[in-house]
Nanobody, 123 residues
């Protein structure tokens, strides 16, 4: 399995921006996909965005299209989530995940998960 460590969460006002990072222990990902999910209190863990490591194909949840951008840095073994125009409803714990079935929006397509980073958007 891959070890994933998220960072970059915090408190931001509505309309602001944050960039999340996910550092991975694996040297190369080949056909892997990396994704971001989020979970608000009392709710299911939902898909946010995913990227295929080799080709860079991306997939986004409708709720974040046009505001969030997922990218990867092969040299740093890191995946990023740039979040702009943040809304209070974006408040959640954000989790990084990796798997071989991506870039799927299904949680079951990922077998390694990070511990999460809290994002809070105030109104």
């Amino acid at each position: 399995q891959v070890q994933l460590v998220e960072s970059g969460g915090g408190l931001v006002q509505a309309g602001g921006s944050l960039r999340l990072s996910c550092a991975a222990s694996r040297r190369t990902f080949g056909t892997y996909a990396l994704a971001w999910f989020r979970q608000a209190p009392g709710k299911e863990r939902d898909f946010v965005a995913a990227i295929s490591w080799s080709l860079g194909r991306t997939s986004y949840a409708d709720s974040v299209k046009g505001r969030f951008t997922i990218s990867r840095d092969s040299a740093q073994n890191t995946v990023y989530l740039q979040m702009n125009s943040l809304k209070p409803e974006d408040t959640a714990i954000y989790y990084c995940a990796s798997g071989l079935q991506g870039p799927t929006q299904r949680k079951g397509g990922y077998d390694s998960w990070g511990q999460g980073t809290q994002v809070t958007v105030s109104s």
